[in-house]
């Protein structure tokens, strides 16, 4: 069993910036492919950035050029640097694994794009 805490999320303006980060309990980033997803108030929830094992990463096209995700394999960490924010990033975000079944989730954190 693996557990995935988000921290993070906030309250900002748009056009500021957040990073999320999402520790794992023990190593995995070597094994799994891992995603950060999002769901705004009556919405479906949907990947917005993911990486491979090998460090591929990619987007979904609301979010290229503004968010990076990244990982610090010797913290157990990965990241979702979020810039250029817009009220309509506003959502709970959540840091899973995606190669997996059933796949680890973490609690989520909530992020709030003021406008």
């Known amino acids: 069993q693996v557990q995935l805490v988000e921290s993070g999320g906030g309250l900002v303006q748009a056009g500021g910036s957040l990073r999320l980060s999402c520790t794992a309990s023990r190593s995995i980033f070597s094994i799994y492919t891992m995603g950060w997803s999002r769901q705004g108030s009556g919405k479906q929830r949907d990947v917005v950035a993911r990486?491979?094992?090998?460090?591929?990463?990619n987007y979904a096209d609301s979010v290229k050029g503004r968010f990076t995700i990244s990982r610090d394999n010797a913290k157990n960490t990965v990241y979702l640097q979020m810039n250029n924010l817009k009220p309509e990033d506003t959502a709970v975000y959540y840091c899973?694994?995606?190669?997996?079944?059933?796949?680890?989730w973490g609690q989520g954190t909530q992020v709030t794009v003021s406008s």
């Open positions: 899973h694994t995606l190669n997996n079944a059933p796949a680890y």
């Open positions: 990486i491979t094992s090998g460090g591929t990463t």
